[in-house]
């Protein structure tokens, strides 16, 4: 535990401007981001008596070891600049939101020629048009199915669309009328993206000129007695009116808006989030936090509008965002989601009317999630809690292994010999932190000595992270190494407590390793599949944890997570070996000239059959090219067993000549 008055900043050295402040811990990582509209100010508040601080601000300053700072002009450069720290260096102290699942979208393509129209999670893409999210994806594809009818836009995928160009006819969706079938030249690209561009402005909301001017048109036909069209266009405007059902109207003056609303305690925060377009909600989602930082309401909902619109721009900033409650510096989150927007946005708290009714109904929903949340959380706490103080007690370690990292090697029958690294932190897998190792220092299968290369090679380029921090200072340390940047860096952080998943010999050469490296603040253990029993180095009998222990589960977990980690390298990396072609031997011949010889052959067996005028016919190749496959082929062909007639056995062929 460090003490903030080693690190604290000079008196009349912090300027008091604007700007941005980090705090990092004693590995150069940046622990916490903050902005201040005066930063010798806000600096000052934690450089006081630690008895007057919060207790996560306390906990926050004496992990530390430094602070700096940087000055900006105004307050909504310092806000840009705070998200865009925060998303890079992933602070353990500041709020993140985590999504509670992976919203489905509807998207559609107007980037490629024939735009299509599908579900889409993740993040967004450059040149499509979003719409949601929406809670499920089934009430997206509900609500498509209705409107294909009217605005018949491609669905298919790109394979799917080239099969049906060369096939010359169109899918089931273009026989029933649900796509305008431009595979196959029914419409133009022109009229197709007409069509989308249709289908996207009665998803933003613009619905009521399109059914009127359906009405219209079915009228018409009605007068001119094309009843077979009449009672085509009543359909369709029947399939549009059932499409906006689904919707309900909650704004009867068309608003576009986003309505945040904040549940807390004094641990978590669930912010929920209604999107209203056109008076309509077309979109909801849902964020947990733990309040890792000392923050009140009005925090949280600055920082769920830093998540919310950090990477959008344009109409996906809505005209008003209405608030539980108003950030402290409300003018330059405004004028932040005014320049996003590119337009005036109106951040407010509804007072009254309908708009005061539905934020009611918001923050219902933000107390439901929020009780959900713990009720399913509420356990786990618990039990991983529980569980890394057996692993302590067992283990006979100071404090609890909040960060464990867990070895494994793969190999089959020798080949291919990888090893993987998994990293749990507080009881929970850090996928970012996985790491994978190809074993280069000897050939064949000797697991022994995988581990120690592996365990040997992580804490190598742990100490070169040191040696470059000034943490730690080796024998060939650059006197002018640059400081760390506080980017999370590969095998930056030591764990506590390292597991290898195997006995006795495992353990004790991890262990070497460590010893040969000077590092002796890192517990190690092994867990042996056969028995489950924990090994320690220099111990004769096993750590025997109860079946029922959680720690044993969790031990179990991290032992079968790095398991599995390695025999997806192992199997991927043995794959690639046998998908190689002896076409691959050719200087200078690409994958789209290998497969397009495959394409005209049909197998490799045919190729090496082929002439070289056959070769030439393939489009792209050359005589020069084809004499070059032939001769490839030629190299790597397998000769077909010799056998002696007169006994019918095999002729083996070895370095001394042959032998039957």
């Known amino acids: ?53 919060h207790p996560r601000t306390r906990t926050m300053v004496t992990t530390a070891a430094s602070v700096e700072w940087t000055v900006v002009s105004t307050e909504v450069e310092a806000l840009q600049l705070e998200y865009s720290w925060i998303k890079e260096f992933d602070p353990r102290f500041n709020v993140k939101y985590r999504d509670d699942k992976s919203y489905p979208y509807l998207a559609v ?33 509900e609500t498509v199915d209705l409107m294909l009818r009217v605005f018949p836009v491609r669905t298919c995928s790109a394979g799917v669309f080239r099969n ?59 007068e001119e007695m094309e009843y077979e069209k009449a009672a085509r266009l009543r359909d369709d405007i029947g399939a549009l009116k059932r499409a906006l059902e689904k919707n309900a109207v909650v704004l009867a003056d068309a608003t576009d808006a986003d309505l945040v609303a904040v ?16 008076g309509r909600v077309r979109g909801q989602r849902g964020w947990v936090t733990d309040k890792v930082e000392n923050v009140d309401t009005a925090g949280l909902v600055e920082h769920a509008l830093q998540q919310l619109y950090g990477e959008e721009s344009g109409d996906a900033v809505p005209k008003e965002v209405l608030v539980p409650a ?15 927007r590119g337009a005036a946005v109106s951040l407010r708290i509804p007072q009254r ?13 933000a107390l439901q999630a929020l009780g959900l949340h713990k009720t399913k959380r509420a356990s786990d706490l618990t039990t991983r809690s529980r569980a890394l103080e057996e692993i302590a007690e067992a283990l006979g370690l100071d404090s609890a292994p909040l960060r464990i990292e867990c070895f494994d090697i793969s190999h089959l029958q020798g080949e291919d010999v990888v090893a993987s690294m998994v990293v749990f932190e507080d009881g929970l897998a850090r996928k970012s932190e996985y790491r994978r190792f190809q074993i280069k220092g ?109 720690g044993l589960y969790l031990l179990q977990r991290v032992r079968d997570t790095a398991h599995d980690f390695a025999i997806r390298y192992q199997r991927s990396k043995r794959s690639k070996r046998i998908r190689t072609s ?43 090219t084809a004499e070059s496959v032939l001769v490839a082929l030629a190299q790597t062909a397998v000769p077909a067993p010799a056998v002696n007639t007169a006994t019918g056995e095999i002729i083996e062929e070895n370095d001394g000549g042959s032998r039957t």
């Open 109 to 141: 393509t107007l980037n490629e020629e024939f735009p299509r129209v599908q579900v889409l999670r993740g993040s967004k893409r450059k040149g499509v048009r979003y719409f949601g999210p929406y809670g499920h994806a089934w009430a997206i594809r």
């Open 353 to 365: 009317g309908d708009k005061k009714a539905l934020m009611e109904t918001v923050e219902r929903n």
């Open 263 to 278: 549940a807390e305690d004094e641990l978590e925060a669930a912010v929920q989030i209604f999107h209203v377009r056109g």
């Open 442 to 550: 000897f050939e064949g299968q000797d697991d022994v000595r995988s581990m120690h290369e592996v365990i040997t090679r992580r804490f190598k380029r742990y100490l070169a992270e040191k040696d470059r921090t000034g943490e730690w200072i080796g024998e060939d340390s650059p006197a002018d190494e640059a400081p760390d940047d506080g980017r999370p860096k590969k095998f930056a952080y030591p764990p506590q407590l390292v597991v290898v998943d195997g006995g006795q010999p495992q353990v004790a050469a991890a262990k070497r390793a460590l010893d040969e490296l000077g590092i002796d603040d890192v517990a190690v253990c092994g867990l042996a599949k056969r028995l489950e029993e924990v090994w320690l180095p220099h111990e004769d009998d096993p750590v025997v944890l109860p079946r029922s222990s959680e």
């Open 1 to 53: 535990m460090a003490d903030p008055s080693s690190y604290r900043p000079k008196p009349g050295q912090i300027p008091d401007s604007p700007g941005v402040y980090r705090f990092r811990d004693e590995h150069r990582r940046v622990i916490y981001v903050g902005k201040a509209k005066s930063l010798r100010s806000r600096l000052a508040s934690y450089f006081q008596d630690l008895a007057n601080l």
């Open 164 to 222: 049906h160009v060369q096939k010359g006819r169109p899918c089931l969706l273009g026989y029933i009328g649900k796509c305008s079938a431009p595979c196959v030249g029914r419409v133009t690209p022109d009229e197709h993206r007409e069509l989308a561009e249709e289908f996207c402005d009665f998803m933003a909301g613009r619905t009521g000129t399109y059914i009127r001017r359906l009405e219209k048109q079915m009228m018409a036909a009605a």
């Open 326 to 340: 108003l950030p402290e510096e409300s003018g330059a989150v405004t004028q932040w989601l005014s320049e996003r």
């Open 582 to 624: 002896p076409l691959d031997a050719v200087p200078g011949l690409g994958d789209t000239r290998k497969q397009a010889l495959i394409k005209h052959f049909g197998s490799v067996k045919r190729l090496r059959q082929a002439t070289i005028e056959q070769i030439c016919e393939v489009p792209g190749m050359g005589r020069k």
